[in-house]
């Protein structure tokens, strides 16, 4: 054994490739290269002034002390309340679990389920960090892949003949990162439907991009109430308030898993910043103007980038419906080279695009989605512009 040898379990974690590619970007930037970064996952706006003015307030009235495990009691009710008020959902506090950001909430439910060999299925594309968290707890991931025909959206069947004995949960994410698709109120019920004959299967329902949404009304698969007492609902203030970087998520479900959740964390993180909490409790009661008013200027964007993309000869895109995220098809472009590069893989294609195009992405391969690359729109039209010129005229040198 030698001091610098990692554990097994870390070995077999994979490095973000989103955090990759935002170092390589960064790394061209300070070469004083001009480059359209499309590969970051937050929105560009800043938090809105009275959610920081309740984090001063939380400051002089001195909530600098630990705060209990599973956080506050009033951000726990607000969080009820906003359950009964956006999704007529009830909960008690005692079911809800306030963590570092959604990312610790979606580790915490499946380190508190998931022992070696379990299974979880999880719809591909799906978000980088959830197989290497099934990982962590020596688990084993069951992809369920979804192509660009169906809209990235699996259906019933699909997930029927993916469930085995060893399946201890069901993961996915709606709307999307990193596809942006939304699952209907008929397609969650047709999921459910399928999910309601294995009772032995927990729900974990990634929903933190609930409020980006050009549909009208979010729907939660917790809705039905042939599954509804084994759904964990996962959400947080990170991409609707654009809190990012105050890293308050949570978890509501069962009353067993909350326990279980808040035991884990009581060991290793304890709570999160009290602070932040404050500022949390007043972003889920507030006014949410100002988030409508990100989510309408989110849907322009969008509307810009599927529109110039739809114009790229050999391209394949879809017209997402919600998150800030396209996800376009581009294995069309394998086999092809500027004489120069030769694409092998959508790798290769965005390492062109970098290279070439001075456009950052993030390859689809992370995502469990190879032949893609994903476009994040959270960034102004004016950098949107140019990104998708630079795509459409280095995409057009290859032959
Ligand atoms: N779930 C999805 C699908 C995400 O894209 C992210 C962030 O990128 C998260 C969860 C976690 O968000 P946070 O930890 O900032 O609350």
Request: with cysteine; charged share 20%.
């Amino acid at each position: 054994m030698k001091v610098d040898q990692v554990s097994r379990r870390l070995e077999a974690l994979a490095v973000s490739e989103t955090l990759a590619m935002a170092a390589k970007s960064r790394e061209l930037k300070g070469q004083g290269i001009d480059i359209a970064d499309l590969s970051l996952g937050e929105p560009d706006f800043n938090t809105p002034d009275y959610i920081k003015a309740a984090a001063i307030q939380a400051i002089h009235d001195n909530y600098t002390h630990y705060p209990p495990v599973p956080g506050y009691a009033d951000l726990r009710q607000a969080i009820v309340t906003k359950l009964k008020r956006d999704n007529n959902l009830d909960f008690t506090p005692e079911q809800v679990v306030v963590s570092n950001g959604g990312k610790q909430s979606i580790a915490n439910v499946i380190l508190s389920v998931v022992d070696p060999g379990d299974q979880v299925i999880i719809p591909a594309p799906y978000w980088v960090s959830y197989p290497e968290m099934v990982k962590m707890a020596e688990g084993e991931t069951v992809a369920v892949f979804a192509g660009i025909e169906q809209n990235y959206k699996i259906t019933p069947a699909q997930l029927e003949v993916a469930i085995t004995d060893r399946t201890r949960a069901f993961l996915f994410s709606s709307p999307s990162n990193p596809t942006g698709e939304i699952y209907s109120r008929e397609e969650l019920k047709a999921l459910a439907d399928v999910l309601a004959r294995h009772p032995q299967i927990l729900i974990i329902s990634d929903e933190i991009y609930e409020y980006i949404n050009y549909t009208g009304h979010h729907e939660s698969i917790a809705q039905f109430e042939s599954v509804r007492d084994r759904v964990a609902i996962m959400n947080g203030v990170s991409k609707g308030y654009a809190m990012t970087g105050w890293r308050i998520g949570y978890m509501a479900g069962p009353l067993w898993l909350a326990k279980a959740c808040t035991k884990l964390q009581g060991q290793y993180t304890s709570a999160c910043s009290s602070i932040a909490q404050k500022a949390a409790a007043a972003a889920v009661l507030g006014d949410r103007s100002k988030v409508e008013g990100m989510v309408g200027i989110f849907r322009k964007r969008r509307d810009l980038v599927v529109s110039a993309l739809s114009a790229i000869p050999g391209l394949r895109t879809n017209n997402p419906p919600g998150a800030f995220y396209v996800l376009p098809d581009i294995s069309s472009f394998i086999g092809k080279t500027d004489g120069t590069h030769t694409i092998s893989s959508s790798g290769d294609l965005v390492m062109y695009l970098l290279n070439v195009g001075n456009v950052a992405l993030v390859s689809g391969d992370a995502f469990g989605a190879p032949g893609c690359v994903r476009i994040s729109y959270s960034t102004s039209e004016e950098v949107l512009k140019k990104a998708v010129d630079r795509i459409a005229a280095a995409l057009s040198k290859l032959s």
